[in-house]
């Protein structure tokens, strides 16, 4: 089996691929199997989604159809990663089964999401206004029963106001509250019990019985009817309902509000100097852009020429505007806030950080943690307790007293319908990693969150992640460099996202005159190798290495290393014989020591494990107060560290940035990788921290454990509610209205009781 890629990618389409539109295309990846069968891989939206049972609902809708291969939805988000095969079944036949469900999908675009959210929230307030209206008309017509003396209303007046609730009540079950009805005969359908199924009982139960009321007073079903409650219920639950939609909208709108910061068009230079003015979807690499004063930025990209600043806070995190001048970076969907900027763009499209964002953050809602699978597969034996427990107080109340049964049993379904239940957990971990995303911190697993909080060691890298990934240049050797030195070492350095090699590219490249390296080091074949450094074999067969000193002068003389390099951190040498060197200053972060110091005062144990020299990595670790540390570690002493930690029980926290670290942040029990770092760093940790504040690593370890008690708070209450209310339904205390106010009562409590992890103050507690 192939990795999945893009259509753009050169994977040849099958003629299931011809059937797909550009926006289904252009959300779908692919694969090709063993067999030569390719696979496609879609992001899709999902409507009329209400609770965590529909997910797996839609999920047993598709798997049951020929061509899909897998179907994960998020309840959280309303999201689907659906794997399917194109050439066996059509995209619409799929859709169709969803929608024969009762729900619908559309590709997780901005405009087809966008107008799926509009469609679906128009249907939520008009059930509503109908449910809410019919409600208070009904109201009306109950309200003499229950003052009248007996014997004070006539038997014709009563059966009029019987029938006028009737007619009322009819819109409400049919246009209302036909979502419920739908949904729980699907679930029935693909024999699962979902949350719609009890209330959808208890609402045909009762509108049965005050039909049969209504047609035959002195018959069956007695002389009750339950319209009002029938009513009342429906309004509160959609209500309710229509809560949690805003809610998810407003994320989802959130997300859609990162992914539209990109400008429409954009000013790029024509090589003869001209301006033209294009889309920003046909920007490449290697153009030259100019960003006005207030624009946003259109790509990853490095300043040419201009000094501003720019607002990254919804990239990074960082609320204080980030100046920028020839050579630094700046990222797509920043604002320049002053000054024109001339950009040379260095990535685009899905390849910019804010493209990953959005995909790291997809990633992370998609997964569904453990303690939110152990909610759900408890809320499915709830609910088959719950229909035998209504079934037996219905017996039971048909030898107490007949005329009550079905309100027994009615209240006993309609209180005990699981909604918070499955609320508890999503809602705070969900909360929770919105909360992160905004301090800067993206998680791309939400399990990262449920182990944080048992954390009891911190292993951190040095360059780059305690320290600044931008150390200053402090010596060269020798003073002025070649031509050919300089294109070589600028050939190798700009082909590493190591700090040490970015911070050398950006210094020797202000020295020259030329905006790119010589063209006869432009195509070398460059390897890098992981804590070594970089080598690249030129065309006249000469072998340049960039690197640690040991490594790049391992065929070196005596007497050239005393000649100055024996102080170099990075060498730069030629069949192994020294060419240059530099050494650099490493600056902490700005907030090192504070969170070294915070995360210690939790009870920590903070550990330094860096692969630089012995001697450096002990100055950094006495700046920032820490007696346990190791240098000169190579990523399998690394890994062999960290294993040997938890083999004495200890639970890790991981923390780096290099190529180097990829092994041990994937071994670790949580790893958190630095925004500027190596791609395979990141694509191996359970967090991005784009922010490059350390305290946000603080705040995500209170948070976890915040998190982690609110979630027991939220399945404590759902349990209390159910415990108190259980029995008040089986003895009668509780009519059908009453419990619908309190189901949608506890749903509603258990949402803002997760809430609160979206304020500042549940971090700092």
Same mark, same amino acid.
């Given at each position: ?6 259509? !753009? ?37 999902? =409507?009329? #989604? ?31 990663? $659906? ?50 209206? $019919? ?30 609730? *009737? ?104 090589? %003869? ?37 720019? %607002? ?61 699978? #152990? ?5 499915? *034996? ?53 909360? $992160? ?23 951190? !890298? ?87 000193? /040991? ?30 060197? *530099? ?32 001697? /450096? ?8 107060? $820490?007696? /346990? ?27 780096? %940035? ?88 506890? =749903? ?7 809430? /609160?992890?979206?304020? !500042? ?5």
């Amino acid at each position: 089996m192939t990795p999945l890629v893009r259509p !753009d990618q050169g994977a040849p389409r099958s003629p299931g691929d011809e059937g797909l539109d550009e926006a289904l295309r252009s959300i779908t990846a692919w694969r090709v199997e063993t067999s030569g069968e390719r696979i496609a891989r879609s992001r899709l939206r999902v =409507s009329g #989604m209400h609770c965590a049972a529909c997910a797996g609902l839609i999920e047993a809708t598709l798997l049951a159809r020929r061509g899909v291969r897998a179907a994960q939805v998020n309840a959280s988000t309303q999201t689907l990663v $659906l794997d399917w095969s194109p050439a066996a079944v059509p995209f619409q036949a799929l859709r169709q089964a969803v929608m024969a469900a009762g729900y619908d999908l559309a590709p997780d675009l901005a405009g087809p999401a966008r107008e799926l959210r509009r469609r679906e929230h128009r249907q939520a307030v008009w059930r509503l206004f109908v449910a809410g209206f $019919l409600m208070m008309q009904v109201m009306m017509l109950a309200w003499p029963s229950y003052v009248a003396a007996p014997g004070e209303m006539a038997p014709d007046q009563a059966a009029l106001l019987r029938w006028g609730q *009737w007619v009322l009540t009819l819109p409400v079950m049919l246009l209302a509250a036909g979502p419920f009805f739908r949904a729980a005969c699907s679930q029935l359908r693909q024999r699962r019990i979902g949350m719609d199924v009890p209330v959808a009982l208890g609402l045909g139960v009762a509108f049965v019985a005050g039909s049969g009321a209504t047609l035959d007073p002195g018959g069956l079903f007695g002389h009750e009817v339950y319209f009002d409650s029938i009513t009342m219920f429906v309004a509160f639950l959609l209500g309710a309902r229509y809560l949690e939609l805003r809610a998810r909208h407003r994320a989802a709108q959130a997300i859609e509000e990162a992914a539209g910061e990109l400008p429409e068009l954009v000013e790029r230079l024509k090589p %003869d100097g001209t301006v033209e003015s294009v889309p920003v979807g046909q920007l490449a690499a290697g153009d030259i852009v100019r960003v006005a004063a207030g624009q946003r930025i259109p790509a990853d990209g490095t300043v040419e020429a201009g000094v501003g600043a720019a %607002d990254e806070s919804l990239l990074t995190g960082e609320s204080r505007p980030v100046a920028k001048a020839r050579g630094d970076e700046v990222l797509a969907g920043s604002l320049n806030l002053h000054g024109v900027l001339t950009l040379r763009v260095r990535q685009v499209g899905e390849e910019t950080r804010l493209a990953a964002i959005r995909q790291l953050m997809a990633q992370a809602f998609q997964d569904r943690p453990t303690t939110l699978r #152990m909610a759900d597969r408890v809320a499915g *034996w709830f609910l088959a307790m719950v229909l035998v427990l209504a079934g037996l107080a219905a017996l039971a109340w048909q030898l107490i007293d007949p005329s009550r049964a079905v309100a027994v049993a009615v209240s006993v379904l309609i209180v005990t319908c699981p909604c918070a239940l499955s609320l508890a957990a999503p809602a705070a971990w969900v909360a929770a990693a919105g909360t $992160l995303a905004r301090r800067g911190l993206l998680l791309s697993r939400l399990d990262a969150i449920e182990t944080l909080a048992d954390i009891d060691t911190v292993v951190m !890298d040095k360059t780059g992640t305690l320290t600044d990934p931008s150390p200053r240049l402090r010596r060269q050797w020798p003073e002025t460099l070649d031509s050919e030195t300089r294109s070589a070492a600028l050939t190798l350095a700009g082909a590493s996202l190591h700090p040490l090699a970015r911070a050398l590219a950006t210094a020797i490249g202000a020295e020259r005159d030329a905006t790119r390296p010589a063209e006869t080091a432009r195509h070398w074949a460059i390897d890098e190798f992981s804590g070594r450094g970089l080598e690249a074999l030129a065309d006249d067969g000469r072998r340049w290495r960039l690197g640690a000193p /040991r490594w790049a002068l391992a065929q070196a003389d005596g007497e050239a290393w005393r000649s100055g390099l024996a102080d170099a951190q990075v060498v730069l040498s030629c069949d192994g014989i020294p060419r240059a060197g *530099w050494d650099f200053d490493e600056v902490l972060r700005d907030d090192a020591r504070m969170a070294v110091a915070a995360w210690r005062e939790r009870g920590l144990d903070v550990e330094l494990l860096s692969g630089d020299a012995p001697e /450096r990595v002990a100055a950094i670790a006495a700046r920032v107060h $820490l007696t /346990r540390w190791r240098g000169g570690a190579s990523p399998e002493e690394k890994l062999a560290h960290v294993a040997a930690l938890q083999a004495c029980g200890h639970r890790v926290l991981m923390i780096g %940035d290099g190529i180097n670290d990829a092994p041990v942040l994937a071994r670790a029990q949580v790893s958190v990788a630095m925004g500027q770092g190596a791609d395979l760093a990141k694509s191996r940790a359970d967090a991005l921290l784009v922010s490059d504040r350390l305290g946000a690593i603080t705040a995500a370890l209170s948070l976890a454990r915040r998190t982690r008690q609110v979630a027991r708070q939220n399945l404590a209450w759902s349990a209390l509610y159910n415990a108190a209310c259980v029995p008040m339904a089986l003895v009668g205390w509780l009519p059908p209205w009453a419990a619908g106010l309190g189901m949608a009562t506890s =749903s509603l409590l258990v949402v803002a009781n997760a809430a /609160r992890l979206g304020r !500042d103050t549940a971090i700092r507690r």
